[in-house]
Every structure is written in C-alpha cells, then in structure tokens.
C-alpha cells in the first residue's frame, strides 16, 4: 500500500507540473494547427445549456441526516481535494492574467504545491493518513449510500422483539433522560432491575428532543459499560455508522471493544476518524489495526515507535505486541512477566486474556474493579477464558443480572461433560445435575441446598439459587420439602417463573417468607393483605429493623394488594414514610401518569443504585413498583418487590 501511496504522489506532483505547462504553452500559443479530417469527423459543437430550470445546488448534509438522506439520493458526489479550488463553469484565465500571475516567466514553468508542500519530496515524505487524504484515499463514509442507516432507532432490540417503544423518549425533556443516564452509576441493588434498564438502553430508541441522537446513543453505551454489559453495549455502538461518530461515542466504543477484548473491532471507526484522538491508546489501537489489515510489518513498527516513545506504560505496550504479534508475517514472541506490575486495568485484563493469558488471581483481588472488585463481569462473558473460571465468576454475574438461569445451566452443562475441567466448578456442575435428575425429590432438595450453602456471600447465593431455578421448578410440591418452600419459590422467581411457584401456595403458611413472595409475584387480582397477615410476617422476620417487613408493604402498596387503611396503621407501626415526596418519586410518578414505560425505566435504574438491599429505602421501592405497574410493566414490578422480600 505504501508503493501504492508513492506512485500516487509523485502522479499528483506530475499532474500539477504538467497541468501548469499545459496552461501556460496554451496561453502562450500563436496559432493552433489546422484540422486535416473532413468536416464529417470533427467534434460536434456543444449544445446550448438549459435555462428553463435553475442548477441544483448541493448542500453537505448534517451528521444526524446524512444517512436518510443519501440513501434517498440518486446523486452523484464530486470531490474536491483538499487545497484546491473548486472549477466553475467559467471562463478560461486568459493568457495575461497566466502571465501576471507568476505561472510562467522567462519560459520556466513552475507550480504551486498543495497545503504548504514545496517538492515531490515533501509529498511523499507525508505520515500515511495525510497522504492519504492529500490523494483523495482517505473515504468519508464505509458504507454504501443506500445503506447508510439514520439515526432513528437506535438499538438492538426491536420492540416487536420485547424492546420498549421507539419513540417513547421522543417528546420527552432532554435533561431529564441525560440526568438518568448520566447520573447512574451502573451498580444496581437488583438482578431484576438490572434486567429491565439493560432492556430498556438496548431498545431501538429515538433520542430526546433537543438531545443530539449519537450523544443518546454515547451515553446509553457508557452505562451499559458502568453496568458490566460490554457485549450489549458493543452491539449498540455497532448499529450506528462509523461516519456518524462524535468524540464521546468514539470514546465510549473504545471503552466497548476494550470490555469485550475486541481490540480489532474499533477498525472501522479508526478508518474514518483517525485524527479523533492523539492519545497513547488511540495510536496503539491504530497500530493494532494496521497489523491486522496486512501491514504487519509497519504496524509492529508503530508500535516499536510507541514503545520508545513512552505512549502507554511499557507492560501495556509489551501486551499490545502480543496481541499485534498474533497477525500474519508480523509474529513476535513477547514475555509477560506479571510480577513487574502491582495494578490491573480493563485494558491489561482484556490484552491479556485475549492473548491466552491468566493474569494472577491476586492481583485480580488486590485491584478495585468498576463492577465486582474483580473483573467478573467481564470474565463471565469471555468465550476465550477456561469454563471453570467462567464459572467461578457467574457466581457474580448471575446474581448482578447479566447472565440468566439458562445461561448459566448452560455454561454449567459444558462443564459437566468437560472431564478437562477439575476443582470446586466441577464438583457444582455435579451437584447440579444431582438438582436435575437426582434419584428422589429429597436427592434432588439436597443438592440444590448444598449449592445455595456453599456460596462465599448473599449475593453468589441468590445467583446459585437462579443457576437451579428451573430444577426448583421440576419438583412436585410435597409436605416433606414445605420447609425449604421458601427458597424453591425464591429460586423459581429469580426466572420468572411465577406459575410454577404458585402452585405452592397450599404448603406455605401465612407470615412465612415463601407465603409473602406468593403475595407480590403471583399475576392476577388478589385479595388484599389484611393487618393480621403482615404482623405475622413480621413476628418471623429476622431483618435488620425489619426491613424485609417494610420492603413486603412497599411492594403490596405498589401493587395495588392492600387497602389503604392497612397501608398507613401498619406503616406507622414500622416508622416508615411511604408517601414522602422528592425530585425523584415526582419525576417517576409523572412519567407513570404520562404512561411512559421507557422513561419510568430508566428512573427505577436511577432509584435502584447500589450493592446491596440496604441502599434501598420502602419509598423507593413503593413508587418503583407502582410506577412499573402503571405503566404495564407488571411483570418486572412483582418480580422486583418479591426480590425485595427475598434479599432483603
């Protein structure tokens, strides 16, 4: 390509030469020689331009139009390189105005390079993206016309495909969706609130009016990252051509591609928007992708030059070999020698695993990480990693929300029938096919209790307890395993499965925890809880200030399941506030009487924020579930208050 380049220059250097000496040997011309072909070979005269209709003039569409309206054009786009003037319909200069110009004295020839290049040898001294944008090489677009895509839409999930309404943010205020998104650090206290924001970000959405749509598209990939979702967010970037990008969503797609160890991915964008950054990781990633594109040698010598340069700490530009090393002609063999860093980082961890390695697992616990301490987010969702770490991270992943019950069944399955795969991944993969298909129904309880005892905290628990959802499921309710109703109806409802748990109903008792998870989850009208039931629950609940009895009112209240009598004598009994009013219920509550289940979404994401049950308050949690309700999200609003009760 670079021979390519240099043809190329010095053809631009000559045409300029010869382009003036042509001018000039016209303008200085006595008499051009006759024609000796018969009248009947001689070019025909022109035609006379049309003047009925006015020329159509062109104008540059904007970013945000640009898409819908090319691909509705039929025409044509002429280039102009840069530097040079645009040619007019006008008259020739004449040969005075040739003269007086300079182009011509004393029968030298000479011409006027472009951007300030005075030789051949400064052109083709140029870097590669200046020549290539000096020769026209450089494109504005990657895509086609017709298939340059609007940015109306934005997303992954349709809404016939269980997204949310595309245009429900359409008419929306601006600084309030921004606030949302902005404002959410990307932790949430609840698997099934997690759930439901990641459905709602991912939706084919229109952005806010008076929001730019990529600045939209920007911040809903930036959360998604704050929330562990690399592989959503990276498919969210991807819908959105490369020509469109601004600064915070080229950003935001590095991040993306870095969180999902696709260091190649980001090529398209580079292609385009080269000069977006100067930074070191920006140049390394340009490197990386001159690699992988076929200039293995000049990408490894790039990133020589970065490394002399000091662009990005040494151990990171040693990965950064590695992994360009795997290309091609270009291999290198590079050593990574851990003990010479004390820290992690999202870019060390993704280089590293994507190039074969397992960074020590201390200095993976010593190092804060954004989601878990401990990089299992990103670990969970890597196919490249072994099984039984994978596993040993949806111990994380699961509970978080970012991997479902048949996901986990499935990385678990893969595990079992890997006799490679040795330790504690191992021994629960057996444990769960025991859950499955145990020889009795107490074979079968005993192993789903040893799963959900062997979690190392409250959080791996309720993610073991979604691991054996669907085994809790497959058993007939007995009057021998009433005892463990509780938590078969918690593990049921971690999927979904709400008809499965009700079918419990006759076994538990009233004020036990599986009775109160009945209470929210269950679809349908019910009667409403009277005073009595919730002072039983109370009597047996075993929670810090009895927050699990406080988080069952919240959710019954929401809901519409208890008068409102009960709700106001035993609130007081309880010394909580259900009805206190702040910025945040009346945003959540206007957006549920607008009817807006996107909006009302993306504000339960912002009122559910933190690491564990005690962030949340009863309020919050009474106006999430109402305002899920309202707005037909009746699903996700019992499965968050029994969540609640479940965790609490």
Known sequence: MSRVRVKLARSLAFGLLLSTALGSAWALAQEAPESLLPKEFERPAPRPARSAAPAETHSEPTAATRPSEAAGSSASAVVTPPGAAAVSGGALPSAGAAANSGVVSQGVVSATFPNGLHSMADITSLPPDQLDELLGLKPRYDIPPAARRAMLHVGVVASDEGGLPPISLAHQDAGLVRAALVGNKGRLVSRWGHILLRRALASRLDAPGGMDPVEFAADRTALLLRMGEGDAARALVQDVDPANYTPPLIDAAVDAYVATADFTGICPVLALQGDARQDGQWQVLKAICATFSGNGAGGMAQLDHLTRSGAMPRFDMLLAQKYAGAAGKARRAVTIEWDTVSDMTPWRYALAIATGLN??????????????????????????????????????????????????????????????????????????????????????????????????????????????????????????????????????????????????????????????????????????????????????????????????????????????????????????????????????????????????????????????????????????????????????????????????
């Not at 005993?446 to 190392?456: F, H, I, K, N």
């Not at 069952?552 to 010394?575: I, N």
């Not at 702040?582 to 924020?609: K, S, Y």
């Open 359 to 648: 960074p020590p697992a201390e200095l993976l616990q010593s190092t804060g990480g954004a989601n878990s301490g401990n990089y299992d987010a990103t670990t969970a969702l890597a196919p490249m990693l072994g099984l039984g770490v994978r596993a040993d991270a949806a111990d994380w992943a699961g509970g978080a929300g970012l991997l479902s019950s048949t996901a986990m069944v499935d990385l678990y399955s893969q595990i079992y029938s890997d006799d490679g795969v040795k330790g504690d991944a191992a021994d629960r993969a057996l444990l769960l096919h025991d859950a499955y298909l145990g020889d009795t129904p107490a074979a079968r309880m005993d192993a789903m209790r040893q799963l959900w005892d062997g979690a190392s905290g409250p959080l791996q628990r309720y993610s073991r307890q979604a691991l054996t959802a669907y085994a809790a499921a497959r058993l007939a309710p007995a009057s021998d395993q009433a005892k463990d109703a509780g938590d078969l109806i918690a593990s049921m409802l971690t999927a979904g499965l709400d008809a499965n748990a009700g079918r419990w109903a006759n076994l538990v008792d009233v004020g036990s925890q599986g009775w109160a998870l009945l209470q929210l989850a269950t679809p349908g009208t019910r009667s409403p809880v009277d005073a009595g039931a919730l002072s039983s629950f109370q009597s047996h609940d075993g929670s810090e200030n009895s927050r699990k009895s406080a988080f069952l009112l919240a959710g019954l209240a929401g809901l519409g399941r208890v008068s409102d009598g009960t709700q106001h004598s035993f609130a007081g009994k309880l010394s909580i506030d259900l009805d206190g009013q702040t910025r945040w219920t009346q945003a959540i509550d206007r957006a549920a009487a607008l009817g807006n289940p996107t909006l009302v979404a993306l504000l339960a994401g912002l009122g559910m924020q933190g690491d564990s049950w005690d962030k949340m308050t009863p309020r919050y949690l009474y106006h999430i579930v109402g305002a899920l309700n309202r707005v037909g999200l009746n699903g996700e609003a019992r499965m968050i208050a029994a969540e609640a009760v479940a965790r609490g």
